[in-house]
C-alpha cells in the first residue's frame, strides 16, 4: 500500500511540476473566462440574499426541524476520562426511565467501519478516524460513550444522567509540554510536508544588520456557529436519509456510505439550510451515531447537541507557539525569514493548523525557513476553523515584521512594501494578479493612517491612550477538483441550475443565481439555483474559500456543454449556422455570435426550431491547473485604532477598516457582510476567545458561550470595507475566495493598535487586560 502512495505522490509532483512549466495556454485558466471583463450590471450589484424571506418568516428548515413520523431523540453520554477503558456500563436506569427506546453503546451497536479522514482521503469527512462504538477505547474526555434515544429530548436527556460508566483509566497526554516531550513531526497538510527551506536563513539572522526573535502563542478554540450541530435520519429500507447541517453533502454522503458498507447512492444527504459552518459542519460521530441508532431502533432519530455537546464531540482550532524572525539589512530589506513552531493534533486525524501559510507567499526575503511541528494530544480531534493557519499565522508574522519596523524607525507599511516579492517567494511561480500595495494605499488613505505617531503612548484622550495599527492579510486561491453542473433551459426562458454545493449564510445561491443568470444572458428571476443535495452533480466542499470558484468553473463547463447543444438543435435557416460553441456567446435570452451581434437567436426559437421543451446537460469543471501555474491569492490590508485605559488596563477596538484585493466581487452586499464577519472574528481572536482545557483530566473547562467570551454588539466597532474590485484574468469569472481573508491579519493589526497606545507587546492571544496591567 506504501509503495502504491509513494508512486501516486511521484505522479502528481510531475505532474503539478509539468503544470507548473507549461505555456500559459495549455493551462486552464489561460483563456480568461469571458464574465472576467463583462459590463453585466448584475455582477457586482448589491441584490439582497434570495433566501432572506423564507428565513425572516421562519420557513426555512434547518436540519433540527424535519419532524418525521414515529421520530425519536437521541441524546449522548460523554466520557469522563482522556484516555483508558471502558470497564463497565450499567444502563438498567436509563432503559427504565420513562419514555426511552434504546441504550446503544459498544455493546449493541451495528458493525460500522472507520470512516474516511477529512485532507487523508479525497472524500473523506470525518473529523477523526475512530471506529465509532466498536471496541470499549476511550480517547479523549468528551468522546461518546453511550447514546440514549427516547420520545422527547428532556426524556433523553435525563435519561443520560443515569447511564453509570466505570473506566479503568490510563496516563494520557493533555498538556503541549507532555505531548512535545513524547515527541512531534513534521507537519503535512493536504498531502504536502509544512516546510520550506531557501538558502540559510539562521546563519543570515545571525549576519544582519538588523533582527527579530521572538515567540507568539495562540490559544485553543472552539466552534460556535449560532445553529447548534444536528441531524435528523431515517433508514427507509436499505436508504439512508439524511437532513443535515452541512458544508459537504456529497463527501459527507459518501463516508456514511463508506462506515456503513453500503454503496454511494444508497445515502442521500441534504442540507438546504445551515446556520454557520466556519469549518465544522462536516461529519463528527453524532452523525454515525444518529444513524446506527436509527438503524438499531427501526425508527427515525433526531440528534441537536448542546453547546457543551459541540464542545465535547466537535472539534475547533488547536494551539500553537510560533517562532517568527526576521533578519533585515539597514535598509530593511529582508535577508532572513523564519516561521517554525508547533502545533498540536491527534493520532486519529489529520489537520495541523498550517500556520506558515503566510509566510510562504507574503515577502520577499533571500533565506526563508518555514516549519510546522505537531505533536499529539488525547482531546477531540481538532479541525478547520475561519482560516486555519493564516488566522494564527498572520498574527505572528504580521506582530512581527510591525515589530520590525519599530526597531528600524520605518513606517510599518513602507516596510512591507520595501519587501514586497515580484513572485511567488516560495514557489518561485508569476503572480496571477496581486495589488497588496494599492490595497495598502487606498486603506491608508480612508483610515487617516497619516495621523499615526510613530512612538507609543503619544496619544491620550481622557484615560484612554489610543493608537493605530495595521497588518497584512493573504489567504491562497484554492479551486478543488470534482466539481460539475446541471442546466436545465426551458423554452419559456427559465434556466435550473443544479450544484451539490451549500448556503450556509453567506449568500451563495445568491451570489451564484447573479453569475447564471449572467452567464446565460437571461434576467435573475428566470434563474433558480438548486444546491444542498448530494444527489446533485458535483462533490464541492464549502471550505477552503473555493466554493465560488469551483461552482463558477462547474456552470461555466455546463454552459459550454449547454451551448454546444443549442448548436445543434440551431439548423441551416439559423442566424446561429455553421458557428462554433467558442464562436458564441449568450445574450438577451439567446446566442449571438461574439463578433456579430445581428447573428442572433433566442433559446424559446432555437428549441421550438428543434421541437423541443427544454435541453438538459451536465458537465464537469476543468482539472484545477490554475494555482500551480500561477501564485495566487486573497490579499488585504487591515487597518485598527485601539485603546488601552491607563486605570483598568482595559482594550478596546474603537475603529477597524479592511482594504482588499479579492480578484472580481459578485455581490457588494453579501461580500462585504463576509468581509465584516471575518474581521469581527479575528476581534474575538485577538480580545477575548479562549479555549479552557483542564491539563489534569483534559477536560473543556468553559463549554458554553457564558464563558466562552465571542464578540456582543457593544464589542464591536464600526468596520469599514473596501475592495478594489480588479478581476483576476486567470480565476473563474475573475473572483477569489472571500469568506476567509477577513479575520486574517486582524488579531495582529489590533495587537500592533495596542502596542501604538501603550508601548507594551503582548504576544500571546488573547490580549486581556492583566497582559496589558
Known sequence: MKIVQNIQKAGQAIMQKAVALAPDRYVTGGKPDPLTSSDDPLIGAPVSRLDGPVKVKGEAKYAAEFALDRMV?????????????????????????????????????????????????????????????QDDRVHWNGQPVALVLAETREQADHATTL??????????????????????????????????????????????????????????????????????????????????????????????????????????????????????????QHHLLAAAASKVSGRPVRMMLSRAGVYRVVGGRAPTEQRVAIGADRDGRFDSLIHAGTTVMTEYNAFPEPFIHNARALYAARNIKLEVRTVNMNMAA????????????????????????????????????????????????????????????????????????????????????????????????????????????????????????????????TAQSQLCAARLGLPLDKVSFDYGDSSLPGAILAGGSQQTAAIAASVKAAHEALCAELLKFAGRDSPLAGLKPEQVRARGGGLCKIDDAGRWESYAGILARAGRAEVEVTAEAAPSQESLHWSMHSYGAIFCEARVNVVTGEPRVTRLLGSFDCGRILNAKTAASQLRGGMIMGLGAALMEETHFDERNGRIANPSLSDYHVPAHLDVPPIEVMWLDIPDPHAPAGMRGIGEIGITGTAAAIANAIYNACGKRVRELPITLDKLM
Request: hydrophobic share 45%.
Open 382 to 509: 481538532n479541525t478547520a476553523m475561519r482560516a486555519p493557519g493564516e488566522s494564527v499565522g498572520s498574527f505572528a508574522l504580521e506582530c512581527a515584521v510591525d515589530e520590525l519596523a519599530d526597531l528600524l524607525g520605518i513606517d510599518p507599511i513602507l516596510l512591507r512594501r520595501r519587501n514586497e516579492p515580484v513572485q511567488d517567494p516560495t514557489q518561485g511561480t508569476p503572480f496571477s494578479s496581486r495589488h497588496l500595495i494599492e490595497a495598502y494605499r487606498a486603506g491608508a488613505q480612508a483610515f487617516g493612517w497619516q495621523e499615526r505617531h510613530a512612538k507609543p503612548r503619544m496619544r491620550q484622550e481622557g484615560e484612554w491612550l489610543v493608537g493605530l495599527g495595521c497588518a497584512s492579510a493573504v489567504f491562497p486561491y484554492y479551486r478543488m477538483n470534482g466539481g460539475a453542473a446541471r442546466i436545465v433551459l426551458g423554452r419559456d426562458g427559465r434556466a435550473r441550475v443544479s450544484v451539490g454545493a451549500h448556503e450556509m449564510g453567506m449568500g451563495t445561491a
Open 163 to 284: 447511564v453509570r460508566v466505570r473506566y479503568e483509566s490510563e496516563d494520557a497526554l493533555t498538556s503541549m509540554e507532555a505531548a512535545r516531550a513524547a515527541g512531534d513531526r513534521l507537519g503535512q497538510f493536504q498531502g504536502e510536508p509544512l516546510q520550506d527551506v531557501i538558502g540559510d536563513a539562521e546563519g543570515a539572522l545571525m549576519a544582519a544588520a538588523h533582527r527579530v526573535d521572538a515567540v507568539y502563542r495562540t490559544p485553543r478554540h472552539n466552534h460556535n456557529a449560532i445553529e447548534l450541530h444536528a441531524v435528523t435520519v431515517v433508514w427507509e429500507g436499505d436508504v439512508l436519509r439524511v437532513h443535515d447541517a452541512s458544508q459537504g453533502v456529497a463527501s459527507t454522503a459518501w463516508t456514511l456510505a463508506q462506515v456503513f458498507g453500503i454503496g454511494h447512492d444508497q445515502v442521500r444527504v441534504t442540507s438546504p439550510f445551515v446556520g454557520g459552518g466556519f469549518g465544522a459542519k462536516l461529519l463528527w
Open 73 to 133: 431523540h437521541a441524546a449522548l453520554v460523554h466520557s469522563t476520562v482522556a484516555k483508558g477503558r471502558i470497564a463497565a456500563i450499567d444502563a438498567a436506569d436509563a432503559e427504565a426511565a420513562p419514555g426511552v427506546v434504546l441504550v446503544l453503546s459498544h455493546r449493541n451497536a451495528p458493525r460500522m467501519w472507520a470512516p474516511a479522514v477529512l485532507m487523508r482521503e479525497p472524500m473523506g469527512a470525518s473529523g477523526d478516524a475512530l471506529p465509532v462504538f
